[in-house]
């Protein structure tokens, strides 16, 4: 789902995120960790060909798009609807005049999603949220709530892979798990593929099989979580 050859991020002649190698297939979940500025984010927004102004190269294949050579119509497929973006506060991002209900149907219309109520409420509830949320806006949910509604917006319009910011890092622990939780079900159940970004490794060692750490731009190790984890 997720193919990466040695991505190279450029701004200036500064190299902020170097990846020789990144995989992430159907059902799996994929973890880049790393103290903050490692390069981590840059990675995970060059797979939607969203670094602005910077000089990017190298070969990025996002849900059988190439992403650093195909037009901006057919990045526009991916993002959105066929790639999910989930980011650590969503409600930053969201109307707050508009309820959740009508904000899903009008993301559906736009990707040309024929989606009625009851797959909408299937939705939500796939991500143990009470549709009865499609009618609150979004000042009136928690943070995991509107974190899990992202997720459940993502499944609305069928997406096939979840990038995730840390996506709990604004959260406390119980609705942390919760969302991880989501996560991990929707791999497993609906086959998402997962990357998933994040500096917390508690987090990180419940959920992705491999783990790639990220430091100074560059990936200092790689491989099965268990053992990268495992290290000192
Ligand atoms: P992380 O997600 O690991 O915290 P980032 O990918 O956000 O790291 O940032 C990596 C480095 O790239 C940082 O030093 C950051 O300052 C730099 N950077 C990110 N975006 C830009 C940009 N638009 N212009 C210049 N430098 C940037
Ligand atoms: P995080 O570390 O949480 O990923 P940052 O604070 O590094 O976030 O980045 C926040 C935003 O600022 C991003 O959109 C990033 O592209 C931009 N940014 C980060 N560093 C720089 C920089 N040195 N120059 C310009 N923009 C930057």
């Not at 939607?48 to 000089?55: D, I, K, N, R």
């Not at 798009?65 to 195909?70: K, S």
């Not at 009851?118 to 143990?128: F, G, P, S, T």
């Amino acid at each position: 789902m997720i193919e990466v050859r040695d991505l190279r991020v450029r701004y200036g002649t500064r190299t902020v995120a170097h990846v020789p190698e990144l995989d992430v297939g159907a059902g799996e979940c994929v973890a880049v960790v790393g103290e903050s500025g490692s390069g981590k984010s840059t990675t995970l927004m060059a797979l939607l060909g969203l670094t602005e102004g910077a000089e990017v190269s190298g070969h990025v294949r996002v849900c059988g798009v190439d992403v650093l050579t195909a037009p901006e119509r057919r990045l526009r497929e991916i993002r959105g609807a066929r790639v999910a973006l989930v980011m650590q506060s969503p409600q930053a991002a969201l109307s707050p005049t508009t309820r959740l209900g009508v904000l899903m149907r009008r993301a559906l219309d736009l990707h040309g999603v024929d989606a009625g109520e009851r797959a909408m409420a299937e939705a939500v509830e796939a991500v143990l949220l009470d549709p009865a949320i499609l009618r609150r806006y979004p000042h009136e949910v928690s943070g995991g709530q509107a974190q899990r509604f992202a997720i459940a917006l993502a499944l609305a319009l069928g997406a096939e892979a979840v990038l995730a910011d840390e996506p709990t890092s604004a959260l406390d622990v119980t609705v942390q798990a919760e969302v991880v939780g989501v996560l991990r079900r929707l791999r497993e159940e609906r086959g998402l593929a997962l990357l998933l970004v994040s500096h917390d490794l508690a987090l990180v060692s419940t959920i992705a099989d491999r783990v790639l750490v990220m430091k100074d731009g560059e990936v200092v190790e790689s491989g099965a979580a268990a053992r990268v984890l495992a290290e000192p």
